[in-house]
């Protein structure tokens, strides 16, 4: 039977979803993917939890005047250790207790400890610790960065050294944590004796800045590594999407990053993030498409790096039609 009022066109959707006219002016939002961070047994990286605020941790040695701690190196308070220890802690901007250990050494722990005490004495360093939405039976390592006056002290005895302070961290709260996977990964590399450069937030050619980048020494030679961090703390479909896109963009106009081989390396939380950013992403077209420009694309979840398997085995690389695990083969930086 004819229905005489049916009209000639239907108002449910058509195949292959919702379709507009293409001078309608109008944009499709796009559904975001929800990507879990979780580790296999349901916890959650320390240093990836999205609902974590970052508190200091008031001392009640703080000197009001600690601004004038900036002449301590000159008038002999601080000794030539502690002026390390600074740099050591301004190159890395943001460091746990635990990496503060190895990057001091061969300096005992209680050396250190007796030392940092004294910096945060003057007011030149400064202890922080994390509120909010985790458990509260297990302990977390507080974190180490410079205050205001330690960032003024770098600037005047290290000229030219970019370094970070309390009015950085006030700005971006969730910085300092975001920092720990990356300082993991340049520390195990220095502690393998394979680490020949690091930088942080560099220029990248044309292409602009990335979070950090790094030259390695492997068995066959130097390597590259051009790394980026993706955190539940932060926007990840918009950045991800953007940074896909001009890594697409800079390839379809026939440029490279680098000259030398290099691995993109995407630092993520936890290992069942990295399936599902490839999937939700389409990072593994991505890679096959440009495998002339990136031919190498990796990952590193927080899950395998501060685990035994560390930065060395717990890389996962793109294949062409799989992911699988990557053993790097260390060489000695001090032959280059």
């Known amino acids: ?155 005047l005895t290290e000229p030219g050294m970019h370094c970070m302070g309390s009015s950085d961290f006030l700005r971006s709260p969730n910085l300092p944590v975001n920092l720990i996977a990356s300082n993991e990964i340049k520390l195990q590399l220095i502690e393998n004796d394979a680490l020949i450069s690091w930088q942080d937030h560099p220029q990248i050619s044309t292409f602009g800045k990335v979070a950090c980048s790094a030259q390695i020494a492997l068995s066959d030679g130097p390597f590259h590594l051009v790394m980026e961090r993706i955190s539940g703390m932060q926007k990840v479909d918009r950045f991800l999407t953007q940074r896909l896109e001009q890594l697409s963009a800079f390839a379809q106009r026939g440029e490279h990053l680098l000259e030398d081989d290099f691995a993109l390396v995407f630092i993520v939380p936890s290992d069942s993030s990295i399936q599902q950013l490839i999937e939700a992403y389409q990072i593994h077209t991505f890679a096959n498409t440009y495998k002339e420009y990136y031919r190498y694309v990796w990952f590193i979840s927080h899950e395998r790096l501060f685990s035994p398997l560390g930065f060395q085995h717990g890389l996962v690389g793109i294949g062409k039609n799989s992911i699988s695990p990557r053993t790097l083969e260390y060489g000695n930086a001090d032959d280059y």
């Not at 002016?25 to 939890?49: E, H, M, N, Q």
């Not at 009001?64 to 000794?79: N, P, S």
């Not at 002026?83 to 943001?94: E, G, N």
């Not at 722990?109 to 400064?126: H, P």
């Open 1 to 155: 039977m004819t229905n005489n009022n049916q009209s000639s066109h239907s108002d449910a959707p058509q195949p292959g979803g919702l379709r507009i006219a293409a001078n309608s002016g109008l944009k499709i939002a796009r559904k975001v993917p929800t990507i879990s961070y979780a580790f296999a047994d349901g916890s959650l990286s320390k240093w990836d939890v999205p609902t974590w605020q970052v508190k200091l941790i008031e001392t009640r040695h703080r000197f009001a005047l600690a601004r004038y701690a900036v002449q301590a190196k000159h008038t002999g308070v601080l000794t030539s250790t502690e002026h390390q220890i600074l740099v050591t802690t301004a190159l890395a901007k943001s460091l746990t207790e635990d990496q503060f250990r190895r990057a001091c050494k061969p300096l005992t722990n209680s050396t250190i400890n007796k030392r940092l005490d004294r910096l945060e004495k003057y007011g030149l360093v400064e202890r922080r610790k994390f509120t909010g939405e985790r458990d509260p039976e297990q302990n977390y390592p507080g974190i180490i960065t410079l205050t205001d006056t330690g960032k003024d002290y770098i600037r």
